[in-house]
């Protein structure tokens, strides 16, 4: 029996250091499939909390995870998200969700019924994978490993300014303790720990901006051979 093998980047990091909009960027300049891991478990913890799912009950939460119903749309230019048929783009992406995205990641068993649906993404021409545990765990022999990293205070005030320009109120110091937190239960969790892979690239976005660091991520896809001649044409379509 042969395998089929795939090509993949991977690209974590902590909340806020730019990795969503970097690797995303990334996927349709190269037109590759794209992996954004973090929304599944934003979908699990959405979902436990529509079924009225208490996130100490492990069992419970375990089988929201393994039976996810989640679709996504890539039709339009943003993608969107169905969870159980219901359009969950949007609330996914609030801090609370995304909060309690970090307490279920923390559940090692969530984690092993997620596996197998992300490895499920792999594909032609490659795959981009955004989150945590990508370059570690769920595709250790990627050909890319980027780990991307800024200062807790300049991911808070990049998220401040997000939620400002959607005329959310917001306060800085609350953001800037949320986000401590969250890196905090991301990096000393048992399972799956946010740490770079011992063979990733460490790009740091403090104080610059997307286009910037957007360069120098593709410079290293450029060095690496994974920009095929056409790929620029064909994503900028
Ligand atoms: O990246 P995002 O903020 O959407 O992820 C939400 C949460 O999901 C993170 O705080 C993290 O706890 C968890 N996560 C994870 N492993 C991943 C992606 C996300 O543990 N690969």
Not at 153 to 166: A, G, I, M, P
């Amino acid at each position: 029996m042969t395998t089929q093998h795939f090509s993949v980047i991977t690209i974590d990091g902590p909340s806020g250091s730019g990795k969503g909009t970097i690797s995303s960027m990334l996927a349709q300049r190269l037109g590759w499939r794209f992996l954004d891991s973090g929304a599944l478990y934003r979908l699990v913890a959405l979902a436990c909390q529509n079924h009225a799912i208490e996130l100490d009950n492990v069992e419970a939460v375990v089988t929201i995870a393994a039976h996810l119903d989640v679709q996504f749309d890539t039709r339009t230019q943003i993608t969107r998200i169905l969870l159980e048929g219901e359009d969950v783009t949007d609330t996914i992406r609030t801090e609370t969700v995304g909060n309690a995205a970090s307490k279920v990641a923390a559940i090692p068993s969530v984690r092993e019924a997620l596996l197998a649906r992300q490895r499920d993404f792999l594909g032609e021409p490659g795959l981009l994978a955004d989150g945590r545990d990508m370059g570690t765990v769920v595709f250790p022999d990627a050909e890319l490993k980027i780990f991307l990293t800024a200062s807790a205070e300049e991911r808070s005030k990049r998220r401040y300014n997000q939620l400002k320009d959607k005329g959310l109120d917001v306060n800085l110091a609350d953001l800037l303790n949320e986000i401590s937190e969250r890196d905090k239960r991301d990096s000393e969790r048992v399972v799956s720990p946010l740490v770079p892979a011992d063979d990733a690239i460490l790009v740091d976005s403090t104080g610059k901006g997307i286009e910037a660091v957007f360069q120098q991520v593709y410079s290293l896809c450029e060095e690496r051979g994974l920009v095929k001649t056409g790929a620029h044409s064909a994503a900028a379509i």
